[in-house]
């Protein structure tokens, strides 16, 4: 089993790895994280007042749908493709980006119009010795996944951690450690975090504040398995779908697993406030609504409109949800669509040359954040004003 590296030693593990050890020293402002393997130094500010500046805007590429009010980061270095987008209680929007520099990678969280609360860089360098890849962005909670001691390629160790931190907190925890050497991904919450393994598509349930304890395994009765959208942890509650919209689960302190839906039911999304889904019956393909509940007695599904894709299950087809809206990428994987929860009423936004939209990642009350990719600029993050988008489609 891996244990963390002591000592200059770790830094002799691998050339690629001296080369992060050399550049984690000479950072000023910044320290070394001491919760990780010395081979795959992570660094973190001394203080709030070394975090980097607050994440700035500046008009989308021309081109686009006319009257569409967009914006864009305004950094010169692309970004992974996975960014997580939190509203909290108050409407501020949170995001969790990776900005891929040229010689560090780079991760921020914090507010789209005010301060960073959190940021953590590694060097390029042996990138494939030492990986950290976002997860979740939730409930004041935010997680990444760390990979790799130095010693080797980062996808065959069994150094495997999960990053835990605390909106407006400079010091995160490492837990969890060695337990997920496979495939893996996390969904975290206030009060549990989920684990949701490949190739055998498990999902395990963690207590958060104490993730080193024992964890739950959540296996649904008919041997059904996980699909491709991640679970969703709401306050003491869970909620996530089968594989091949096989059905909508839940888990509660009241009743453990059971099923929320089991029709033919997938592309789950929610607030904590809506639940948004597709429903398949014979040929018709139904964008659904209720209100949040994990109680399947008291589940009120109601029609919005008719789902003009075909695909279900499919993660890049899950919805997100907020402030009484929906959307997801629409095909042929180049648009956007957008549901409003009250009335149904919908609206298409469509790529544009040198422009093609990604995922959407959330809601406030006045816009939509979504990923995008410029062939200029690469993936970057996106914001649409609602009150830009015209009267859209009615509901059918």
């Known amino acids: 089993m891996w244990r963390a590296s002591g000592g200059v030693a770790a830094c002799a593990l691998a050339a690629v790895a001296m080369a992060g050890c050399r550049r984690a020293e000479s950072a000023p402002g910044w320290r ?8 795959c130094p992570l660094l973190l500010p001394e ?32 970004i992974a493709r996975s960014p997580r987008f939190w509203a909290d209680p108050a409407g501020r929007a949170h995001l969790l980006v990776t900005f891929l520099g040229a010689s560090t990678r780079e991760w921020v969280v914090g507010q789209v119009d005010g301060p960073l609360e959190f940021a953590m860089r590694m060097a390029v360098s042996g990138a494939d010795h030492c990986l950290a890849t976002e997860q979740d962005l939730n409930e004041g909670r935010f997680a990444i996944r760390l990979r790799g001691d130095g010693s080797g390629p980062a996808v065959d160790s069994d150094a495997d951690a999960l990053l835990l931190g605390t909106l407006g907190h400079l010091e995160p925890a490492v837990v969890v450690r060695d337990r997920t050497p496979s495939i893996a991904s996390w969904s975290v919450g206030g009060a549990f975090l989920v684990r949701a393994t490949a190739p055998a598509r498990e999902l395990f349930l963690y207590t958060a504040n104490d993730p080193d304890g024992p964890a739950a395994a959540l296996r649904a009765a008919s041997g059904a398995l996980p699909g491709g959208g991640l679970p969703r942890a709401i306050g003491r509650r869970v909620v996530y779908e089968l594989e091949g919209g096989g059905g909508l689960m839940a888990w509660d302190e009241e009743r453990g697993l059971h099923p929320l839906a089991d029709g033919r039911d997938g592309n789950l999304g929610t607030d904590g406030k809506h639940l948004v889904w597709t429903r398949v019956e014979g040929s018709r393909r139904t964008i659904m609504a209720a209100a949040f509940t994990t109680d399947p007695a008291a ?72 990923t995008a990719f410029s062939r200029v600029s690469g993936v970057s993050i996106a914001r649409v004003r609602i009150d830009s988008l015209g009267r859209g489609r009615p509901a059918d």
Not at 49 to 73: D, Q, T, V
Request: hydrophobic share 45%.
């Open 47 to 78: 203080a709030a007042s070394e975090l980097p500046a607050p994440l700035r805007w500046e008009p989308c590429a021309a081109g686009l749908k006319n009257g569409i009010a967009c914006r864009r980061l305004a950094d010169p270095r692309e």
């Open 299 to 370: 589940l009120r599904a109601r029609r919005l409109r008719s789902d003009p894709d075909p695909v279900i299950g499919a993660h890049a087809m899950r919805f997100a949800v907020g402030c009484g809206y929906a959307g997801r990428n629409a095909l042929p994987l180049r648009d956007l669509l957008v549901v409003r929860i009250a009335d149904g009423v919908s609206w298409q936004l469509p790529a544009a040359p040198g422009w093609t939209w990604g995922q959407v990642l959330g809601f406030t009350c006045d816009e939509i954040f979504a």
């Open 32 to 39: 070394t994280f001491s919760g990780w393997s010395e081979g």
